[in-house]
């Protein structure tokens, strides 16, 4: 026992004087450093840093640098101090002086354009990546940030060009495909984005089951009615959780695909839950309609007319529904009276036709 107390005591002694000495080495440091100076601040921001005194050290680096305007280091120290805080705002600002002080350092610019893609600045993530990309051996998704960044600015043919690039680089990039295939919907090109919409599912379809829902409105624009059905299904499938107005859609494409009684039995579904709801009853009217099913779309229109008596269309479709089933007097009568409510409908007078 005495023994251990001797030791414990011995290593007790050890302790206190290579603390004693480490202490004297960092004093004796300091000491070698003017205090006031710009290194002094610098090394003891370097220390609070190590120590993780994240606060201590951003506010010494800060002082260094009132001391030293034109040192990037200690930009960069500021940086990474402020990123550890997340503190984003000052960690840009000092990631952008320290582009400023030393230009030819392509590695901070990265860094820079990093957190200018990761915030939203995407005008200048686009005007500073071309000149620094090729310098920076990391920068390997390059394309994908600048064509995200066009998406991001509505700049579509520059987006889809270096989004194109991203895919050639990487042929897993589920998004890069997404986001073409997005833009192409927006310009209103849906057949040119079913196949990035298919690539990004074959990606990623478990993930985004919202996508594979919009894989099926564009299937169904783009006139692919069965494959639409089959989207919408999956949609389900993979976990998307369907609103009435997925029900809808899926409908109408059932309806485009003739898979007429499924529409209507899908959509009388609907109706019960939503007994008074103009565009169901339209939808269904119009389903009816187009399957030849006259009587019943005149019944639903009917509805429309008790819910709304000044809805010209409805009354122009009863007229029309009344022609194909042979009593094209009272339908040319109601054609007419509904083109006196609403002379927009002149131009289907001859078409006998609304859109479907």
């Known amino acids: 026992m005495f023994l251990e107390k001797n030791m414990f005591k011995s290593f007790l002694r050890s302790v206190f004087v290579t603390g004693s000495v480490l202490l004297l080495a960092s004093s004796e440091m300091h000491a070698a450093i003017n205090q006031d100076s710009a290194g002094y601040y610098f090394q003891l921001g370097k220390e609070d840093q190590a120590n993780r005194k994240y606060a201590p050290a951003w506010k010494n680096f800060e002082l260094a640098s009132k001391l030293d305007t034109k040192n990037p280091q200690i930009q960069l120290a500021i940086a990474d101090v402020c990123l550890k805080m997340n503190r984003m705002a000052p960690a840009v600002k000092a990631l952008e002086n320290a582009s400023s002080l030393a230009p030819s350092d392509y590695n901070t610019q990265w860094r820079l354009v990093r957190l ?4 939203g600045q995407f005008s200048k993530v686009t005007d500073m990546l071309p000149a620094i990309h090729t310098h920076v051996p990391e920068a390997k998704e390059w394309a994908f940030m600048m064509g995200k960044s066009y998406y991001s600015i509505q700049n579509y043919g520059k987006a889809i060009e270096f989004l194109k690039i991203a895919l050639q680089n990487d042929l897993r990039n ?23 919409y298919e690539q990004a599912l074959a990606l990623d379809s478990l993930s985004e089951p919202s996508h594979t829902y919009e894989l099926a409105l564009v299937y169904a624009t783009a006139e692919q009615f069965d494959a639409s059905v089959s989207c919408f299904q999956k949609a389900i499938s993979r976990g998307y959780q369907p609103q009435e107005d997925f029900y809808m859609n899926m409908a109408y494409t059932m309806a485009d695909a003739h898979k007429t009684e499924e529409a209507i039995r899908m959509m009388q579904d609907l109706l019960s839950r939503r007994p008074q709801d103009m565009g169901l009853l339209g939808g269904l009217a119009d389903v009816c309609y187009h399957s030849g099913q006259y009587k019943e779309a005149i019944k639903y229109w009917d509805e429309v007319l008790e819910l709304d008596n000044k809805n010209a269309r409805a009354l122009y479709q009863i007229g029309l529904a009344y022609i194909r089933l042979g009593k094209d007097k009272d339908g040319q009568q109601l054609c007419d009276q509904a083109i006196h409510m609403d002379p927009s409908l002149a131009v289907l007078k001859h078409a006998r036709q609304l859109p479907f």
């Open 116 to 119: 200018y893609f990761d915030f």
């Open 174 to 196: 589920s998004e890069a495909a997404y986001l073409i295939g997005r833009m192409l919907v927006k310009m209103e090109n849906y057949k040119a984005a079913v196949p990035y």
